[in-house]
């Protein structure tokens, strides 16, 4: 059965992207980013090409190319753009698809949607979360929103140094497992994301 893994997370700059290779590398899924704000000659998009190894996945165009690095509500009003979620449209595929999110999960598309708006029940929902003083209550109030949207969370990945104590509290507090860890690396590149990828695969296809 093909899956749909959604990557949000905590924050900006967490990880996503990172993350969004591996699960791509892992699965040789496609990768769709909807909504991307900022450079876009150094786009999330590109960076997943350039840190990947396989050939099957097939990156789509992002619905909303927007120029400014800033939440995309912002970035549109710029660009004289309006998002609507409703005129997004899923890219057609008959492989695996990791959709990444921009920014955190309440991140505004317009006055009245979010990130969250663009995922949908099939979605399995990976959040990732990066280890700072202030991360516990970004990841607790994040896994909440999750839950009270009925979204389907398939578990949380940590992208950094390990904190016991942090991520038991989030486990306990939050009814969430952390599935996978990522250390804090020195760089990334495309056989970083390739021995990750190995050691998430079978954790991919339990979810
Ligand atoms: N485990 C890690 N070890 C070292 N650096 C990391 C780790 N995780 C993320 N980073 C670094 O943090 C930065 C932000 O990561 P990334 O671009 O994946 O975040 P993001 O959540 O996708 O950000 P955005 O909200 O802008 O899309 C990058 O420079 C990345 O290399
Ligand atoms: C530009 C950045 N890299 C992301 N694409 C958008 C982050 C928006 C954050 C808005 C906020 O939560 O205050």
């Given amino acids: 059965m093909k899956k749909k893994f959604f990557i949000t997370g ?5 990880g996503k992207t990172v993350v969004s290779a591996m699960v791509v590398e892992a699965l040789g899924a496609d990768y769709w980013k909807p909504v991307q704000a900022g450079d876009l000659d150094e786009s999330d998009t590109h960076k997943v090409s350039g840190l990947i190894s396989n050939t099957k996945t097939k990156m789509h165009p992002n619905a ?4 400014t690095p800033m939440s995309p509500h912002a970035a549109a009003g710029i660009d004289g753009v309006h998002i609507e979620a409703g005129t997004i449209s899923e890219p057609r595929t008959d ?3 990791v959709i990444e999110g921009a920014g955190g999960l309440l991140v505004p598309l317009n006055e009245k949607e979010t990130i969250a708006d663009l995922i ?5 929902v990976l959040l990732v979360s990066r280890n700072y003083l202030g ?3 970004h990841t607790l109030l994040t896994v909440e929103a999750l839950k009270r949207r009925n979204a389907r969370i398939a578990g949380i990945i940590i992208s950094g140094a390990e904190n016991p ?7 306990k507090m939050g009814g969430v497992h952390i599935v996978f860890r990522i250390r804090e690396e020195e760089h990334f590149d495309r056989e970083v994301v390739r021995r990750y990828a190995t050691r998430l695969l079978p954790v991919l296809e339990g979810l």
């Fill in 10 to 14: 905590i924050s900006t700059e967490v």
């Fill in 64 to 67: 909303y190319a927007l120029h």
């Fill in 165 to 171: 104590s942090t991520e038991s509290v989030i486990e």
């Fill in 120 to 124: 949908r029940p099939d979605y399995r």
């Fill in 135 to 137: 991360s516990i209550n």
């Fill in 95 to 97: 492989n695996h698809l």
